[in-house]
């Protein structure tokens, strides 16, 4: 029997088990695949089961009254996600290919130190934006946003990937010198997923200079790397200091973190091993007057890497240096071991333009079984109070399920 022999309610049984880009092409088939495939019996099981549900609390919602068919619905949810909630700040759509369920937290439902102080952040009305307010940062030392989602809202038996959405204005400050944190946690798991990246890809200036500095071999069985430099002009400063931290070794004396161990290959009795640290932080202190005078110095940590190093290929560290008692410094943020090719994807995300006026930069995935978790994490941070930040408008976190690769 020919498949167009069954009864109508049968067909539409067999296209509603395929997918919605299935259905539209069962369409193309003939005049009774049209009738069927485009029926309100086929596209109401593509909808999110509790779909009315979540449009009966959208305070926005009434264009779509005039929305007839099940299909029609479908892709207008797809394309214009629907504000729910008294307060408008968190927004309701589904996705094109499959229709499940994707939400965004709005920024005034993100918690963001300092967000509440006129001088760290202010809020403003956009047009591009779907939400009432965002969040514009104008100048912060401690860069800390978060987001909460009950997983329970979202589709069940679904990996979701978290995406910050987010704009920067032209004179931003230090988003293309120094990377963030993104992390996402499912609250209760130890499992974290996480990447440091950078919002706006650097200058040609910030990478020469600051960001992808690579260690050289030195020809004497250890590698070094530029720390910065400074003028020595008679001797007169009193110390020049140079950093390595995120040498005076912090925990230098815990056999537990910190070995000190001979090798052939120094000139000195000593180096030290590192076992494990959770904090790292080197610095060391010279007097300039043992230096000759009038001349430009470069500093240049000395180092070598064992085989099984853990996180020096996936997280840069800052290097500085800086003359006692003056203002300026220099440093750079590098990897102590060139990234692996999958860790260079980590740790160079590029932020992706919406097509809607922002810009997204994925936080991390989760996989959601049936919502049994209370509570999905989602972190921004920079919180080691180095430098400032500025020129970030915040827009919210976006949840979308995970397209398949």
Known sequence: MEISHLPQECIALIIS?????????????????????????VWQKFLPSDYQNLISHSVVFPQTTTITSKKSLYF????NPTLIGDDRNLSFGIDRESGKKCFMVGARKLEIIWGDTPHYWRWISLPESRFPEVALLNVVW???????????????????????????????YNFDRRPVELR??????????GFNV??????????????????????????????????NEDGDHDLVLCTLKELEIIWGDKPHYWRWISLPESRFPEVALLNVVWWLHVSAKLETKILSP????????????????????????????????????????????????NNINNMTLISQDRGDGWKEIKMGHFFN?????????????????????????????????????
């Open 76 to 79: 207008h949810l797809s394309s």
């Open 17 to 41: 088990l395929t997918t919605p880009r299935d259905a539209c092409r069962s369409s193309l088939v003939s005049p009774l695949f049209r009738s069927v495939a485009d029926s309100d019996v």
């Open 184 to 193: 996402i946690q499912l609250e209760g798991r130890e499992e974290m997923e």
């Open 369 to 405: 079984e049936d919502g049994e978790h209370n509570l999905v994490l989602c972190t921004l941070k920079e919180v080691s109070c180095a430098t400032s930040w500025s020129g970030l408008i915040l827009e919210g976190i976006e949840f979308r399920p995970t397209p398949p690769t």
């Open 294 to 341: 009038k001349t430009t110095y470069t500093a240049y940590l000395v180092f070598k890497l064992e085989e099984n190093q853990y996180n020096f290929d996936r997280r840069p560290v800052e290097l500085r240096i800086q003359l006692e008692g003056r203002e300026e410094m220099e440093g750079f943020n590098v990897f102590l071991k060139p990234p692996s090719r």
């Open 142 to 172: 401690w860069l800390h946003v978060s987001a909460k989602l009950e997983t329970k809202i979202l589709s069940p038996k679904t990996t979701y990937t978290a995406y910050l959405v987010f704009k920067l204005e032209e004179n931003q």
């Open 198 to 231: 950078l919002l706006k890809p650097p200058s040609r200036d910030n990478i020469n200079n600051n960001m992808t500095l690579i260690p050289q071999d030195r020809g004497d069985g250890w590698k070094e790397i530029e720390m910065g430099h400074f003028f």
